[in-house]
């Protein structure tokens, strides 16, 4: 009988300790092979610690909650076999590791959490031998200088044709390669550029990046796609522009999809709303203020189309047509380019069939509009055209639940394929 | 509890990591040294300093001797010389304690905390150092593992009493009158041929076939030849058994028991990884055997713990911990750094002196190279003749197609200092006509070197 000590392996990047967060064993309990002993919590990761060995536990080191030491002690198993903590014949066999290869007695963890790099996955019986390994002859030859300065630049001289006798790596073979990269075959006239172009990201630019980078930083976005038939409103629309006037200018989708949206939110107030995340605090409005999106010569500015809830169809046109004039002019005021509640964006035929809108921090939704198309559709007997438009639609999910951000959709979804309702009193 | 926390924490102060500890901290990384013993390691301490010192002085008697037995070819005569042994040991001492200083020097030079006690591993992070004091505790981002190595014992010669270690030899109140030598490996060699100059009645044991089995015969037949003029008695294919009565029991090559007078019994088998009671079994390292396993960076299979030096496996050689832990410190310190090296060369201080860097002609054969190979012999050299040293050679193996130098290989006096020339050459990646073509001093030993490329080239000048 041995006994075998299992320790909490080295869990990842730079990490020093993990708290224990469950004990899937107990003492008396046999545990073979890969079962699970515990799990534990990095500030990255939770982790599971498989049984390298077969065997009795006899013995477990600390509590749930009990923050332990990477290399400390976690179980001890009473195996049948002979000795303690040998290493087995299988890691003594293989070639010596690449860098951190996990100890024979702790085979690697494995990370529940997605997307994360572990140092190194599960056993790997069979390596390919390291460099280091390589017999001396088969070295690339080059002086220790020359092999510095590759270091230092990332180079893998192995990659590097040697100008000098013996196939030896010169000074000016290595900056030859780096100037250049690595050999590979090239057409006539197609020659490489290498050429790098610097643009200072500033004014517009700038502030543009500060804010999506504020909203994508900050905001765990959830992106609803949904089709909209919109036969029935382009029939409505066509009929409406037949006779445009002065006061009733050419409609587009846009202020019916704004009037959709006063409706929806005046049953779902807490999509028309401002989350300020520093101070806790949800301000939700009674006053819809829609920020079109448009792009512009000098980049996206958002104009504002204040009270929404207070227009009807072509008052809501009109301050559209309104502003996007201004806005493209760069005659727009700051008033007219602020205080959104929620936006709309857009890029009309170049709308593709979904995009993934990125919130108008710190408001908490967005409603992208993307291209129309005829489509067939399946009308229960035969496939109809019918002119199809998706909305792909992005939503604060810190505070906007995706049940909420669904029948918001759906609710708009209704509103456009049926328009008559949006005249419609509630 | 004391508690001490550092970005590198170095477990040893041996070539190895004090050469570690003095990198970092000129790289800026704030570093810990733990060493239980004198700075300097077992190179420094009780190795190649002191061994290398006894030598020289073997080798002053021994001048004097031969004057004083009329066998000077030059016509040198002395009277009987004696040696004051006690002096010679205090001569070498004093010799240790200036170099033991010098790292203390260096290392407070490079801004690096030395704490004297023996150093255990709570776990990957943390050492507790158990000094004079008391406990200090040391959390370290990385550790670094540099122990060293220790002479291995023969269960049945355990050291003790006239039973000595490589360590004893170098301090004995006097010059044993017969000395058995248990292991014919460099060690052995060297100390049993120094106090065979000294005039103990030396004799070596091997269990193996020839005395320096590491080395080709080529290379090792001038040392054993020089040995038997020495008096020294080479019994090779025999094995120790045990000590009684001021004798070694041995078996000899065909088997049957012999017994040797002996006053002390010099036990040099090899060496092995001083990583007792480090608490090594807390981290669960992979092992190479007694070694810890490491890999191209020095790394152990812990992150954040790396290892150099005599603990990670041969070759165990000063110079090699020395350029790991060079390394590992700029590693440590966030520098793109993996072991590279073409060769690491290896030195025999025997009489006359051996010298190996890179491939011998048997081991590039084995490494599938063609071969071509160069040997100039010092009795065609003017300046081995001018010193009365005309044994040996020097060997050059080249690549047959490219005439890339794989290794050069020497023996002979003073040849020693020729490693330099040789390492730089293969380090370099030379070839033939790179050594061929450039100058060599006349009249010197490293012209030899030149010589022997010429001839692998096929017109040597002066063979």
């Known amino acids: ?426 | 509890m004391e508690e001490i926390a550092c970005k590198l924490l170095v477990i040893g102060a041996g070539p190895g990591g004090y050469v570690c500890a003095i990198r970092a901290g000129q790289l800026g990384v704030d570093t810990v040294i733990v060493e239980r013993g004198r700075l300097g390691g077992s190179c420094l301490n009780v190795g190649c300093i002191p061994s290398k010192a006894l030598i020289h002085v073997a080798d002053e008697f021994e001048v004097l001797a031969t004057a004083a037995a009329g066998k000077s070819v030059f016509g040198l005569t002395a009277s009987a010389p004696k040696v004051d042994f006690a002096k010679a040991v205090a001569w070498k001492d004093e010799i240790v304690t200036r170099l033991n200083n010098g790292v203390a020097g260096l290392l407070r030079k490079a801004r690096v905390k030395i704490v004297h006690g023996e150093a255990k591993f709570r776990d990957g992070k943390t050492v507790v150092v158990e000094t004079e004091t008391g406990l200090t505790l040391i959390r370290a981002e990385a550790v670094v593992i540099a122990a060293g190595s220790a002479p291995v014992e023969l269960r049945f010669l355990p050291f003790g009493g006239d039973v000595i270690s490589s360590t004893d030899a170098l301090s004995l109140p006097e010059v044993p009158k017969r000395l058995a030598v248990v292991g014919g490996g460099y060690i052995g060699l060297e100390l049993g041929t120094a106090f065979a100059k000294l005039g103990s009645k030396v004799t070596v044991v091997e269990a193996l076939p020839r005395i320096l089995p590491l080395y080709d015969q080529e290379l090792t037949a001038p040392v054993a030849r020089r040995l038997q003029e020495l008096g020294v008695e080479v019994l090779t294919g025999a094995k120790a058994e045990g000590a009684s009565h001021g004798a070694l029991r041995l078996a000899a090559a065909n088997g049957h028991p012999k017994k040797i007078a002996a006053d002390k019994i010099l036990v040099t088998v090899g060496r092995a990884p001083a990583v007792a009671g480090l608490g090594l079994e807390e981290l669960v390292l992979d092992m190479d055997g007694r070694f810890i396993r490491i890999g191209e960076r020095c790394e152990t299979s812990m992150r954040g713990v790396y290892a150099i030096g005599d603990v990670t496996g041969e070759p165990m050689l000063a110079h090699r911990a020395m350029a790991q832990g060079e390394m590992v410190a700029e590693i440590v310190a966030g520098l793109p750094r993996a072991w590279d090296k073409r060769c690491i060369p290896a030195i025999c201080f025997t009489d006359p002196e051996i010298v190996s860097a890179g491939l011998s002609p048997d081991e590039a054969r084995a490494a599938g190279h063609e071969i071509k190979v160069g040997q100039f012999p010092f009795s065609a050299s003017g300046r081995a003749m001018s010193r009365h040293a005309e044994r040996g050679f020097v060997r050059v193996v080249a690549q047959a197609d490219r005439n890339l130098v794989l290794g050069i290989q020497a023996v002979g006096q003073g040849v020693s200092e020729l490693s330099a020339a040789f390492g730089l050459a293969i380090e370099m990646g030379a070839t033939l006509e790179d050594i061929a073509g450039t100058i060599h001093a006349h009249p010197t030993l490293g012209e030899g070197l030149q010589e022997a490329s010429l001839k692998a080239l096929g017109h040597a000048l002066h063979i």
């Open chain 1, 1 to 426: 009988m041995g006994e075998h000590v299992v320790k909490l392996p080295d869990v990842g990047e730079g990490v020093a300790e993990a708290e224990l967060v469950e004990w899937h064993v107990k003492v008396g309990d046999i545990v073979r092979e890969d079962d699970l002993l515990a799990s534990v919590m990095t500030d990255k990761a939770t982790v599971e610690i498989p049984s390298p060995v077969e065997g009795e536990i006899v013995w477990t080191g600390g509590e749930i909650g009990d923050t332990v030491a990477i290399g400390s002690v976690l179980v001890r198993v009473k195996t049948a076999g002979g000795g303690a903590s040998k290493p087995t014949p299988e890691s003594q066999a293989a070639e010596a590791g690449p860098p951190l290869a996990p100890p024979a007695e702790a085979p690697a963890p494995q990370a529940r959490a997605p997307k994360r790099e572990l140092p190194l996955a599960r056993p790997a019986p069979k390596r390919e031998p390291v460099a280091s390994r390589r017999a001396p002859g088969e070295k690339p030859v080059a002086s220790p200088a020359v092999r510095l300065l590759a270091r230092d630049a990332g180079v893998d001289l192995r990659q590097v044709t040697g100008s000098g006798p013996a196939g030896r790596i010169t000074g000016d073979d290595l900056d030859a390669f780096i100037a250049r990269g690595p050999d590979a075959p090239r057409g006539p006239g197609l020659a490489r550029k290498t050429e790098v172009t610097e643009v200072k990201v500033v004014g517009l630019r700038r502030r543009i990046a500060e804010k999506m980078a504020l909203s994508k930083s900050r905001i765990p976005h959830i992106t609803i796609v949904e089709e909209v038939d919109v036969t029935a409103l382009e029939d409505l629309r066509a009929a409406l522009n037949k006779k445009p006037t002065a006061e009733k200018p050419k409609l587009t989708v846009l202020p019916f999809l704004m009037r959709a949206m006063v409706r929806a939110l005046a049953e779902q107030p807490s999509l028309n709303a401002l989350f300020d995340d520093d101070a806790g605090v949800i301000r939700q409005h009674a006053g819809v203020h829609i920020g079109v999106a448009a792009q512009t010569p000098s980049g996206l500015l958002v104009p504002v189309v204040k009270h929404a809830e207070a227009r009807d169809l072509w008052d809501c046109a009109a301050e559209v047509a309104r502003l996007a004039e201004r806005a493209r002019d760069g005659t727009a005021s700051r008033d007219e380019l602020s205080g959104s509640t929620i936006t709309i964006t857009s890029l009309g035929p170049l709308g593709a069939i979904a995009t993934t809108p990125v919130i108008n921090y710190p408001e908490v939704a967005i409603v992208g509009v993307n291209r129309m198309a005829i489509r067939p559709m399946w009308d229960g007997a035969s496939f109809a055209p019918r002119k199809m438009m998706n909305l792909s639609s992005s939503f604060d999910h810190r505070v906007i639940d995706g049940w909420d951000a669904a029948v918001f959709v759906q609710r708009l979804k209704e509103l456009l394929e049926t328009p008559a309702l949006l005249f419609v009193d509630a």
